[in-house]
């Protein structure tokens, strides 16, 4: 018998837990005012926070082409990304992630070169 609280448990267990980024808009800063844009925000950090680097990029460029002029500068303050993030995000999503792999996060070749183990003669 499937146990959907038993299923929540598991997950959670597996997910990493990772700080959620607090929103630095001008409308979530004013905390005598609750804002409609608050709950939205949270929300999008907390997903932000369950997604690798490149799907951050994704995502977080896709909702600042959504919001039109203004959405780099508004959706960094939002997630804490810089806007060249943004915009990198965005040039890999017009180029339809041709040049991004499909089964790893990072392009083959980076990070350090492999050393070779010292053996004695």
């Not at 070749?109 to 492999?114: T, Y």
Request: hydrophobic share 30%.
């Amino acid at each position: 018998m499937f146990r959907a609280r038993e299923a929540i448990i598991d997950c959670e267990e597996r997910m990493p837990i990772t700080k959620i980024h607090e929103c630095e808009c001008e409308d979530c800063r004013h905390e005598e005012v609750e804002h409609p844009n608050r709950a939205p925000h949270q929300q999008m950090n907390v997903l932000l926070s369950r997604l690798d680097e490149q799907q951050r990029r994704w995502y977080v460029a896709l909702e600042a082409d959504r919001i039109g002029h203004g959405g780099d500068v508004l959706m960094s303050k939002v997630t804490g990304l810089d806007e060249k993030t943004i915009r990198r995000g965005r040039r890999e999503m017009r180029a339809g992630l041709a040049d991004r792999p499909a089964k790893r996060i990072r392009l083959a070749g980076g990070g350090r070169p492999p050393t070779e183990k010292k053996t004695r003669p």
